[in-house]
């Protein structure tokens, strides 16, 4: 009997210690955060030889730490190397006009409008103007809408003009110029003629596609028609009374003009001319420009606007883009067709009708001009191999217009 209680103690005491070794593991294993590859590490073993837990605590801390600062790098030290950059741009504007002054300008300019004194009130928007027209953070376009159309100034109104195109309000001083300038046409005034001229050709040069563009053409078109590509007395063409020893192409030379458009102005049917006789001519700096993606070709002289028309291009866009220089001018040309015979003017196979104005050969582009064509279809399409096309009316227009030397500028 003693035996067998003697070994029941024995069992009880073994399942006690085998309890709390159990229960020292799962102490072990928690501060560990639940790692089997540390359960066996320095914290499982002091757990294992004491039931004091600090141990345990320590090495939670120990393990939370670095999760802790990885977590820091990513956030927040990224940011912090960034915001002295910002700091810097933001506070370095240099010698500004403080916006308070700008706005007591304006209080003040409407206070005079208000009383019906245009004139100051039109000088304090001009000032206004001045110490802003550099400043990106300033918007003065309803301002300047009124200035445009008020102020006479032409150095003033180009100044209003590229303010608004820089800051997206084109549109409003296309508008502005349109209008201005048919005002003024309408007036009927002959000595205000050319400033309708240059209002509506800077109404033209604001446009920003082909209805605009020939909005504005539409009304200039037919002034020019009358005041200018008519045998009348007109204020904006040149007289010229010619002197012994003359000649047309020495006249036009003088003019930087062509003996052509001396003849269409002046109803000449030969170059034969003579002293004491006068004529009419239209000179200055001529420039051509072509916007492919309107089909369209224009002229200005001295950057009026002298003449526009539609165009054909080069199939697959083969027209090149970029600014050309025509050195050569002729009339009822022969085409010289590769790995053929020369083509004579007047037969039905000569694609370049009855103008041929060559542009200089480059790098790139070589054979390439503005050309005349019957095949009306080709207007407004790519079908030509890469010269720029022209109804027969149209082409000599230009011929007679744009000297040797003249530029071209081939837009997108």
């Given at each position: 009997?003693?035996?067998?209680?003697?070994?029941?103690?024995?069992?009880?005491?073994?399942?006690?210690?085998?309890?709390?070794?159990?229960?020292?593991?799962?102490?072990?294993?928690?501060?560990?955060?639940?790692?089997?590859?540390?359960?066996?590490?320095?914290?499982?073993?002091?757990?294992?030889?004491?039931?004091?837990?600090?141990?345990?605590?320590?090495?939670?801390?120990?393990?939370?730490?670095?999760?802790?600062?990885?977590?820091?790098?990513?956030?927040?030290?990224?940011?912090?190397?960034?915001?002295?950059?910002?700091?810097?741009?933001?506070?370095?504007?240099?010698?500004?006009?403080?916006?308070?002054?700008?706005?007591?300008?304006?209080?003040?300019?409407?206070?005079h409008f208000d009383k019906g004194e245009t004139a100051d009130g039109l000088r304090l928007y001009r000032g206004a103007f001045a110490k802003a027209?550099?400043?990106?953070?300033?918007?003065?376009?309803?301002?300047?809408?009124?200035?445009?159309?008020?102020?006479?100034?032409?150095?003033?109104?180009?100044?209003?003009?590229?303010?608004?195109?820089?800051?997206?309000?084109?549109?409003?001083?296309?508008?502005?110029?349109?209008?201005?300038?048919?005002?003024?046409?309408?007036?009927?005034?002959?000595?205000?003629?050319?400033?309708?001229?240059?209002?509506?050709?800077?109404?033209?040069?604001?446009?920003?596609?082909?209805?605009?563009?020939?909005?504005?053409?539409?009304?200039?078109?037919?002034?020019?028609?009358?005041?200018?590509?008519?045998?009348?007395?007109?204020?904006?063409?040149?007289?010229?009374?010619?002197?012994?020893?003359?000649?047309?192409?020495?006249?036009?030379?003088?003019?930087?003009?062509?003996?052509?458009?001396?003849?269409?102005?002046?109803?000449?049917?030969?170059?034969?001319?003579?002293?004491?006789?006068?004529?009419?001519?239209?000179?200055?700096?001529?420039?051509?420009?072509?916007?492919?993606?309107?089909?369209?070709?224009?002229?200005?002289?001295?950057?009026?606007?002298?003449?526009?028309?539609?165009?054909?291009?080069?199939?697959?866009?083969?027209?090149?883009?970029?600014?050309?220089?025509?050195?050569?001018?002729?009339?009822?040309?022969?085409?010289?067709?590769?790995?053929?015979?020369?083509?004579?003017?007047?037969?039905?196979?000569?694609?370049?009708?009855?103008?041929?104005?060559?542009?200089?050969?480059?790098?790139?582009?070589?054979?390439?001009?503005?050309?005349?064509?019957?095949?009306?279809?080709?207007?407004?399409?790519?079908?030509?191999?890469?010269?720029?096309?022209?109804?027969?009316?149209?082409?000599?227009?230009?011929?007679?217009?744009?000297?040797?030397?003249?530029?071209?500028?081939?837009?997108?």
């Amino acid at each position: 009997m003693k035996t067998w209680m003697g070994m029941f103690l024995a069992a009880l005491v073994g399942a006690g210690v085998a309890v709390i070794g159990i229960n020292s593991l799962k102490v072990g294993d928690g501060a560990a955060g639940g790692t089997p590859g540390e359960a066996g590490g320095p914290a499982t073993q002091a757990s294992l030889t004491s039931s004091n837990l600090p141990p345990a605590k320590a090495a939670s801390a120990r393990m939370v730490a670095p999760r802790v600062a990885l977590f820091r790098r990513a956030s927040a030290a990224v940011p912090s190397r960034q915001q002295p950059v910002v700091a810097k741009v933001v506070s370095t504007p240099v010698a500004v006009v403080e916006d308070s002054e700008i706005q007591m300008i304006l209080r003040q300019a409407a206070g005079h409008f208000d009383k019906g004194e245009t004139a100051d009130g039109l000088r304090l928007y001009r000032g206004a103007f001045a110490k802003a027209e550099n400043r990106k953070d300033v918007n003065l376009a309803p301002q300047v809408v009124k200035l445009l159309s008020e102020d006479n100034v032409p150095l003033w109104r180009k100044r209003y003009i590229n303010y608004l195109v820089e800051r997206g309000e084109g549109g409003k001083a296309f508008e502005n110029q349109l209008s201005r300038g048919n005002a003024i046409l309408l007036k009927g005034e002959q000595d205000k003629l050319l400033s309708a001229w240059r209002e509506l050709s800077q109404a033209h040069g604001l446009a920003a596609d082909e209805i605009s563009r020939t909005r504005a053409y539409d009304i200039l078109g037919p002034m020019l028609k009358r005041h200018v590509f008519s045998l009348r007395m007109s204020p904006l063409v040149a007289r010229y009374s010619v002197q012994p020893g003359d000649n047309l192409t020495k006249i036009a030379k003088r003019f930087k003009t062509t003996p052509e458009s001396i003849m269409r102005l002046s109803g000449l049917g030969s170059e034969v001319i003579q002293p004491r006789s006068s004529l009419r001519i239209l000179g200055g700096n001529t420039r051509v420009f072509v916007d492919k993606s309107d089909y369209l070709l224009w002229i200005t002289l001295d950057d009026k606007l002298v003449f526009q028309a539609r165009i054909g291009l080069g199939r697959d866009n083969t027209t090149p883009e970029g600014e050309f220089v025509v050195t050569v001018r002729q009339k009822d040309p022969t085409w010289f067709r590769p790995g053929s015979d020369p083509i004579g003017p007047g037969d039905p196979r000569n694609v370049l009708g009855t103008r041929w104005m060559g542009f200089r050969d480059t790098a790139q582009v070589s054979g390439i001009g503005i050309h005349g064509t019957e095949e009306v279809d080709s207007i407004g399409k790519e079908s030509s191999a890469g010269c720029i096309r022209m109804l027969k009316d149209d082409v000599e227009m230009v011929f007679d217009l744009v000297p040797r030397l003249a530029t071209v500028q081939i837009s997108p």
